[in-house]
């Protein structure tokens, strides 16, 4: 047994660290739900004008229509599945590029104050493939395995 298998091991071991990984799971799922719905249903996230970048960035987006509709969608599964006890890593897993997109986007359009948010988000998404690593570990040997 290595290392990471021994912390991941005592980190499962302890209730509060059990506590936690819910609670963040349960954070996460909610930071999506506004704007996932809002996407899925195809109503705009911000009623900021197109004449700034962030603006102008948002209503492209949502003028692609169907992409807008799945990037909600991909959202709200992502937030179901990271709560529910037998998907919390599949939920993981597809939580993990809509996050980094997020945090790459509030990054490089200079958004004030989100990508610490969405900095926290990532983290916490990354700890949750960390809580899970015996699966996750699993489904990587079998995808580069040959």
């Known amino acids: 047994m ?3 298998e021994t912390l991941n091991l005592r980190l ?3 209730k509060i660290f059990r506590l936690f990984t819910w609670s963040t799971r349960i954070l996460l799922a ?3 739900l506004p704007s996932g719905l809002k996407k899925l249903l195809g109503e705009r996230f911000t009623i900021l004008g197109i ?3 962030v603006g102008f960035f948002f209503e492209a987006l949502y003028r692609t229509g169907f ?3 799945f990037l909600g969608f991909m959202q709200l599964l992502a937030a179901f599945l990271i709560v529910i ?3 919390t890593t599949l939920g993981a897993i597809i939580y993990l590029p809509i996050i980094i997109n997020v945090f790459i986007i509030v990054v490089a359009m200079n ?3 989100t990508p610490y948010i969405a900095g926290m988000m990532l983290l ?3 700890y949750l493939l960390f809580w899970d690593y015996n699966k996750v570990s699993k489904i990587v040997k079998v995808l580069f395995s040959k």
């Open 2 to 4: 290595n290392s990471i």
């Open 12 to 14: 499962h071991s302890l």
């Open 30 to 32: 909610l930071a999506f």
């Open 51 to 53: 004449e700034t970048p």
């Open 67 to 69: 992409y807008w509709n």
């Open 85 to 87: 006890p037998k998907t």
């Open 111 to 113: 958004f004030t104050g």
């Open 124 to 126: 916490a998404n990354l």
